[in-house]
């Protein structure tokens, strides 16, 4: 399959814009969620006990950020928001074939802590095609990057789509 240009028009692009405030509710039910029972999550004094200035996430949290927290009035204008990792998934469905989910990795600077304001920026980081058993599967790579209100990375969350021809 020749690139003609489709992919490497991905790379740069931004897909999404967040600001969030992370909240102790959503901190302590995700870690549930993920069968995590350490009280570090849930209470403030285990977690000043564990040397954190606050309630820290678990490692995986940062996938769930712009779900939680995003209060509209701290949001940018509607067309700064772009449309997330869906607006290149519609792309690559125009072209046929299967959509798959194929992995995420998350990039810690410093904890994240419940009281945080994290703004975060959803960019297109890389896209590439590969011939396999006769099949094209293109590999999209979308990088979330976090920043507190200093400007300073907190975390950066990768996720790779995956489309087959």
Not at 118 to 127: N, R, S
Request: charged share 20%; aromatic share 10%.
């Amino acid at each position: 399959m020749s690139d003609d240009g489709f992919l490497t028009g991905l790379i740069g692009r931004q897909t999404s814009r967040a600001t969030v405030v992370v909240e102790r509710g959503p901190v302590s039910h995700f870690a549930t969620a993920v069968f995590d029972d350490d009280p570090i999550y849930r209470d403030a004094s285990v977690a000043a006990a564990a040397g954190f200035a606050g309630i820290p996430t678990t490692a995986t949290f940062p996938m769930a950020l712009r779900y939680w927290g995003a209060f509209e009035e701290l949001q940018p204008a509607p067309a700064e928001r772009g449309e997330g990792i869906q607006s290149v998934i519609d792309l690559l469905k125009q072209r046929g074939g299967l959509i798959l989910h194929g992995e995420q990795s998350f990039h810690s600077y410093r904890p994240i802590l419940v009281g945080d304001r994290l703004e975060g920026i959803g960019t297109i980081i890389d896209a590439y095609a590969k011939e396999t058993k006769g099949r094209t599967m293109t590999f999209v790579v979308e990088e979330t990057l976090w920043r507190d209100t200093l400007g300073e990375p907190v975390c950066a969350t990768r996720f790779n789509v995956i489309h087959r021809l």
